[in-house]
């Protein structure tokens, strides 16, 4: 739908060649998108009368025709391990998931792109609840903003968020005009400034947008393999019947051509006797011998419904070895906030339809109208 002309522009999704446009629009020099940018995403202000460097006449104007609104939190949940995961309320009665994983030595924010996914990758509890939309880049840097100023952007000194994934909820490569600027605000050193292997944008394998991305911006690349073989993995992946495995592999080396220092990270979810026996380790590392890369092994979560289990701890040891003794990088995946339902692939509230999670939606919303 084209916006109405009465409709206010989020400000909070536009990069800076973005606000540099828009404040062109308004008859004003383009370094005004520098201090915009700056006065939401550093000093979190949302209110124009606090932005005391710009005019009166301005912030009037800025009133009249845009706005910086984040989503906001419906829950807040703290697992025992320190993990946090919102859910958070989007336009339109939906809702999507933002996690939190604190380490000693950084801070990952796990940030959804989509509500719902499309994909129906068979392990995923995301696919059960089906595609409801996009999410605009607001949004997705919304989850950024909102983490970033409840946690406090810094912590003893430290930064609380280090890292960004695009690793909750949907497919980010199905979403890229919302996913590419938000990706040069996190990048911005006058918002974010992440360093461009601190972001990374994982994929199912959109090949696509892997090769449109390659171009220009520096992102790091995570690409869900969870097979090597494409009988098993389009029973995994479907989207693998599009874009099966030897053109996904031919995409990523096509990303790590572009720049020396580019490697990519293959995500493999450990499924108890579907992906996890010993030839299956070994047609892995046939498939990947040929690039710069690493292997994150992912413990399968379960979830209401699912057939699948997990590989036992010898299962997954034994895969690591196989592929550590022909020379890959591998490491295990630490499961993270099992308690609240926010390790991978179980970001969606228990049972929930998507009708149900909008009424709870609406439900929160409601309450939080009545105690405001
Ligand atoms: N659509 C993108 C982004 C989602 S990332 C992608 O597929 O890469 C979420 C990661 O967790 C993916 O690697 C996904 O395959 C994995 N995952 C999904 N469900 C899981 C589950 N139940 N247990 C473990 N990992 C899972």
């Known amino acids: 739908m084209p916006a109405g002309p009465e409709e206010k522009v989020n400000l909070l999704g536009l990069d800076r060649s973005g606000l540099e446009r828009?404040?062109?629009?308004?008859?004003?020099?383009?370094?005004?998108?520098?201090?915009?940018?700056?006065?939401?995403?550093q000093r979190a202000v949302t209110d124009y009368d606090e932005m005391t460097d710009l005019s009166l006449a301005l912030r009037q104007r800025l009133a009249e025709r845009?706005?910086?609104?984040?989503p906001r939190i419906i829950s807040e949940q703290c697992s025992e391990d320190g993990t946090v995961k919102w859910l958070m309320a989007t336009e339109g009665g939906n809702a999507v998931e933002t996690v939190y994983i604190p380490e000693p030595s950084?801070?990952?924010l796990c940030i959804?792109?989509?509500?719902?996914?499309?994909?129906?990758?068979?392990?995923?509890s995301t696919a059960t609840q089906g595609f409801s939309r996009n999410l605009t880049a607001a949004e997705i840097v919304g989850q950024v903003w909102l983490a970033a100023t409840t946690l406090g952007h810094e912590r003893h000194g430290q930064r609380r968020i280090t890292n960004v994934v695009f690793m909750g909820m949907g497919e980010p490569m199905l979403n890229l005009e919302a996913v590419r600027p938000a990706l040069g605000i996190l990048r911005d050193d006058l918002a974010y400034g992440l360093a461009s292997r601190r972001v990374t944008i994982s994929t199912a394998g959109v090949i696509p947008g892997i090769d449109s991305m390659s171009e220009g911006v520096e992102f790091a690349l995570a690409v869900s393999l969870h097979a090597a073989e494409n009988e098993l993995r389009s029973r995994l992946v479907p989207l693998n019947r599009k874009y099966p495995v030897?053109?996904?592999?031919a995409a990523c080396k096509r990303y790590t051509a572009g720049n020396h220092r580019r490697s990519v990270t293959f995500e493999y979810t450990m499924i108890e006797g579907v992906n996890d026996r010993p030839e299956h380790a070994r047609a892995l590392v046939r498939r990947l011998s040929c690039l710069p890369c690493k292997i994150n092994l992912i413990p399968f979560n379960p979830f209401p419904g699912t057939p699948f289990r997990c590989s036992s701890d010898e299962a997954i040891y034994e895969f690591q070895k196989i592929t550590r003794a022909a020379g890959l990088i591998t490491t295990v995946r630490k499961t993270r906030g099992e308690d609240i339902d926010a390790a991978c692939g179980q970001l969606v509230g228990k049972l929930l339809t998507p009708s149900q999670r909008r009424q709870l939606v609406q439900q929160q919303l409601a309450r939080q109208a009545v105690a405001s």
């Open 22 to 41: 828009f404040f062109v629009d308004l008859g004003e020099k383009p370094f005004r998108a520098r201090q915009m940018l700056q006065w939401i995403h």
């Open 66 to 70: 845009a706005k910086i609104e984040p």
């Open 106 to 108: 950084r801070g990952t």
């Open 112 to 124: 959804s792109s989509q509500v719902g996914c499309m994909l129906n990758c068979t392990f995923c």
């Open 246 to 249: 030897e053109d996904l592999i």
